[in-house]
């Protein structure tokens, strides 16, 4: 038996361990997807643990223990949604403290700075994806937008990163 979902099965009955150890599993991914989406650690943050505090308060509601992963993630991603509506013309600058010494420090700059360049829903579409794992046909459901759709924005938004990269 998957341990993931023994763990699932404890939390739905209440017990904050499991689903302590459940969190553990997924708590850097969820930062990173908060993070890029959002473009603001401290907002990152706050939108983790906001996520978290849901999922605890809801488990008991979730039907399959092997949709963990990707209900948690939904909770992230309409809880990111709101909070990009919440900016409006705001403004914010990231700051650089998620560099690993081993990365080329110049590369990933370059990089955050393409990505940044991204309209809302084009770094929204681009983290679903890359960072949540979801599918062009999931992401359509949650942005209510047709799969096609998703996949074109998406193709655009990287060529809009590989044009500003090349520059």
Known sequence: MNQNMEWVREARAGDSEAFSKLYETVYKE?????????????D????????????WQEIPRLRKEEAFHGWIFRILTNKCK??????????????????CE???VCQEMDVRKAFFQLSDEERLILSMNLFGGYSSKEIGKELKMKDNTVRTKQRRA??????????
């Open 158 to 167: 990287l060529k809009k990163m590989e044009i500003c990269l090349r520059e």
């Open 82 to 99: 709101r909070r990009l509506k919440q900016y409006g013309e705001k403004t914010v600058q990231i700051q650089e403290d998620l560099l």
């Open 44 to 55: 990152a943050e706050d939108i983790v643990s906001e996520t978290v505090i849901a999922a």
């Open 102 to 104: 081993e990365w080329d």
């Open 30 to 42: 969820l930062y990173k997807f908060a993070l890029y989406t959002l473009k603001n650690t401290y």
